[in-house]
Nanobody
């Protein structure tokens, strides 16, 4: 049974930080990457970051490079997204998803490449 559960969202002021967590099923560890996506009202879902948890290969969207950092803890079966220097345009519902790990290789983070999705967590950046 595939389980992906995102948590950690909330309301934060511009310039602030949040750390999102994605708990995943153990069987995803060897062959899958965990991706973070976000969707703002009226906009398409977009890839933010991904991590091949077994290889520790990661990728980021240009809009978040230098501000967001993805990491994992195998023992906790969790992938984290540390978000720093948040901007109003980061406001969205954030989702984590699992896709074959070769889709996280520096060539974009595409929704079509991810097979399993969790429910999202809301991030609101506002003063």
């Amino acid at each position: 049974d595939v389980q992906l559960q995102a948590s950690g969202g909330g309301l934060v002021q511009p310039g602030g930080s949040l750390k999102l967590s994605c708990a995943f099923s153990e069987f995803l560890y060897d062959d899958y990457a965990i991706g973070w996506f976000r969707q703002a009202p009226g906009k398409e879902r977009e890839g933010v970051s991904c991590l091949s948890v077994s290889d520790q290969i990661s990728d980021y969207a240009d809009s978040v490079k230098g501000r967001f950092a993805i990491s994992s803890d195998r023992g906790l079966k969790t992938v984290f997204l540390q978000m720093n220097n948040l901007k109003s345009e980061d406001t969205a519902r954030y989702f984590c998803a699992a896709g074959r790990k070769y889709y996280c290789s520096g060539y974009g983070i595409l929704t079509k490449d991810y097979d399993y999705w969790g429910q999202g967590t809301q991030v609101t950046v506002s003063s």
